[in-house]
């Protein structure tokens, strides 16, 4: 708030305009590190390896009390000669919405992590 000849007046709160794709890279890869560093391809696991991937990925997206809306997607291959391409198009307001993909491997295994920020107009 700031004075004016005895009147109060709200000033805005400026705050980073645009999704921030580098914190939620970093966010992102230390859940994927944290569920799959160590581990071997396991078909077994895939299920639950995703699943824990993107809810701790949301979960630590959501704390940073941001005005976006998330969509977070995981998928885990075994190696192979073959490869893995993905690709995803949107159509959004590019100034404040935003997306992300982590890429991690090791020698048994790629997975590949999308987050999609909408941003929440108020």
């Not at 890279?25 to 396991?42: A, Q, S």
């Amino acid at each position: 708030m700031a004075r004016g000849l005895g009147v109060l007046v709200a000033l805005p709160l400026l705050l980073p305009v645009g999704f921030n794709a580098e914190e939620a890279h970093n966010i992102v890869k230390e859940c994927v590190d944290g569920v799959l560093g160590g581990e071997d391809y396991n078909h077994n696991n895939i299920n639950q390896w995703t699943a824990s991937i993107v809810e701790q990925s949301l979960t630590h997206l959501v704390k940073l009390g941001k005005a976006y809306k998330y969509i977070v997607t995981c998928a885990v291959v075994q190696k192979s000669a073959y490869g893995f391409h993905t690709a995803s198009s949107c159509f959004w307001d590019t100034t404040s919405d935003g997306t992300c993909t982590v890429r991690w491997e090791n020698r048994t295994m790629n997975c590949i992590v999308n987050v999609f920020a909408i941003a929440i107009v108020l």
